[in-house]
C-alpha cells in the first residue's frame, strides 16, 4: 500500500509560481511511475504531469509544457511539481497518483492523494 500526501498549494497572483510536493510512503515509491492531474469545480479530472520511475522520462499536457516542470527525488520519496507563470483558469485541487505507466489516464494511476488547492487570482 502506497500512501500519497500533497502539499505546497495556495493562493497566487497570475502569472506566479507554486511548488507543489507530493510525498509517498512505503518502500516502493521507486517503482512506480507519478502523475499529476488537477480537477476545477465542475469539471472533469485532467491530465497535467507524469513522470517515469527514475525520472528520466517526464510527459505533460500541451497547456502546461514549458511553464510546468515535474521531478522526484527517489531517496526522498518526493515528487515535486514545479509551476510557473500561472492563470487564473489553473485553480484547482491538484492531485499526485502513483501507477505502473507514464500515461495520462487518470483510471491506470492505482493510488492517489488528498489533493492540494492551487487558487491563482487575476
Excluded at 526522498?76 to 483558469?89: G, S
Aim: proline share 2%.
Amino acid at each position: 500500500q502506497t500512501h500519497l500526501v500533497e502539499s505546497g498549494g495556495g493562493l497566487v497572483q497570475a502569472g506566479g509560481s507554486l511548488r507543489l510536493s507530493c510525498a509517498a510512503s512505503g518502500r516502493t515509491f521507486s517503482s512506480y511511475a507519478m502523475g499529476w492531474f488537477r480537477q476545477a469545480p465542475g469539471k472533469e479530472r485532467e491530465f497535467v504531469a507524469a513522470i517515469n520511475w527514475s525520472g528520466g522520462r517526464t510527459y505533460y499536457a500541451d497547456s502546461v509544457k514549458g511553464r510546468f516542470t515535474i521531478s522526484r527525488d527517489n531517496a526522498k520519496n518526493t515528487v515535486y511539481l514545479q509551476m510557473n507563470r500561472l492563470k487564473p483558469d489553473e485553480t484547482a485541487v491538484y492531485y499526485c497518483a502513483a501507477g505502473p505507466g507514464m500515461v495520462a489516464v487518470a483510471s491506470s494511476y492505482d493510488y492517489w492523494g488528498q489533493g492540494t488547492q492551487v487558487t491563482v487570482s487575476s
